[in-house]
C-alpha cells in the first residue's frame, strides 16, 4: 500500500532534484526545466494532501500551479527565442553581462 509518507519522499526528491538543477545548470533551457520541476513538486504536494485529507481545493490548487507553468514555460521560451535572434546565443554566462 502506497502511504501518504512515501508520496512525499517522491515529492520531495523531485524539490531536490529541481533545486540543484537550477543553481548547477549552465545552459538557461535546464535552468527553465528545473523551474517546472519545481512547480511540479509544489502541485504533486497539493494533490497526495488533497488525497490524504479528502478535499478538492488541493487539487484544483494543483490545477492552477500547472496552468500558471504552462505560462511561464511559455513567455520563458519566448523570450529566449528573441534573445537568440538578438545575441546569437543562449548561456547563462552572456545573460548575466548584461547586468549593469
Known amino acids: 500500500m502506497v502511504t501518504l509518507e512515501l ?5 520531495i526528491s523531485i524539490l531536490i532534484i529541481s533545486i540543484w ?4 545548470a ?3 533551457i535546464a535552468v527553465l526545466i528545473s523551474l517546472e520541476l ?3 513538486s509544489i502541485a504533486l504536494n497539493f494533490i497526495f494532501f488533497s488525497l490524504a485529507l479528502d478535499d478538492i481545493l488541493g487539487q ?4 492552477l500551479i500547472l496552468t500558471i507553468a ?3 514555460s511559455a513567455i520563458g521560451l519566448a523570450l529566449l527565442v528573441s534573445f ?3 545575441r546569437g ?3 547563462i554566462s552572456i545573460i548575466n553581462s548584461l547586468k549593469a
Open 7 to 11: 508520496l512525499l519522499s517522491l515529492s
Open 70 to 72: 504552462g505560462a511561464e
Open 60 to 63: 484544483v490548487f494543483a490545477l
Open 84 to 86: 537568440y535572434r538578438l
Open 89 to 91: 546565443d543562449i548561456s
Open 26 to 28: 549552465s545552459h538557461i
Open 21 to 24: 538543477g537550477i543553481f548547477a
Open 38 to 40: 519545481f512547480l511540479l
